[in-house]
């Protein structure tokens, strides 16, 4: 299995940036799929998750929820990211995450330990 993310990079505060997931080696299908962030000096962070057989999801890190879209390709094996009025407080290196099965209940879809693949990370950098 393999995670990769592209699509990080350097904006202003309230620009866009798309991120994208391309997945080999793994079935978007009745897997939760998810995105994750680590600022610096801080812990790794939920930001979203998606699963597509439920009505339930996708859910958002509260923080981010209005701004930020994921979506998901099963046919191109690719998560997005769409992340719209970016601010300095999401400049982090931001990661996707495979968990095998449903996403994790209630909250705890944001813990990492639920999460079994993990990509290299892309930065995202917002400045004023």
């Known amino acids: 299995v393999q995670l990769v993310e592209s699509g990080g990079g350097s904006v202003q505060a309230g620009g866009s940036l798309k991120l994208s997931c391309a997945v080999s080696g793994y079935t978007l299908s009745r897997n939760c799929m998810g995105w994750f962030r680590q600022a610096p000096g801080k812990e790794r962070e939920g930001v979203a998750v998606?699963?597509?057989?439920?009505?339930?999801?996708?859910k958002y890190a509260d923080s981010v929820k209005g701004r930020f879209t994921i979506s998901q390709n099963s046919v191109k094996r690719t998560v997005y990211l769409q992340m719209n009025s970016l601010m300095l407080e999401d400049t982090a290196t931001y990661y996707c995450?495979?968990?095998?099965?449903?996403?994790?209940?209630?909250?705890?879809?944001?813990?990492?330990?639920?999460?079994?693949?993990w990509g290299q990370g892309t930065q995202v950098t917002v400045s004023s």
């Open positions: 995450a495979a968990k095998v099965g449903p996403c994790a209940g209630g909250g705890d879809w944001r813990a990492p330990t639920s999460y079994k693949y």
């Open positions: 998606i699963y597509s057989d439920t009505i339930y999801y996708p």
